[in-house]
């Protein structure tokens, strides 16, 4: 199945968010390690936990959409079950 546009996007998305994440994370212990190991593992860990809600969002958007399409052909099973019975 080929996927289309949106769902490219999405998934590049959600490769460079973990990306973020991973590389963010060093960067900022690598950065604030300076001050202490204690400040510099909870700022981190701050960055982290703020990123991972950045690919909750871009992940909710993915399955919202999934969810439009089901919804989609679900509508139109139901508009031809009623127009069955309706000419009936």
Not at 34 to 56: C, E, H
Not at 59 to 81: G, M, P, V, Y
């Amino acid at each position: 199945m080929q996927k289309d546009k949106f769902d490219r996007i999405i998934s590049f998305l959600l490769g460079a968010s973990w990306a973020i994440v991973i590389f963010g994370a060093l960067i900022t212990f690598q950065l604030f390690s300076s001050l202490g190991f204690a400040l510099a593992f909870f700022i981190t860990i701050l960055f982290v936990v703020s990123s991972l809600f950045m690919i909750l969002f871009i992940d909710a958007f993915s399955i919202n959409r999934k969810r439009l399409i089901e919804d989609k052909k679900q509508t139109k099973l139901l508009e031809q079950i009623n127009e069955k019975i309706t000419t009936n």
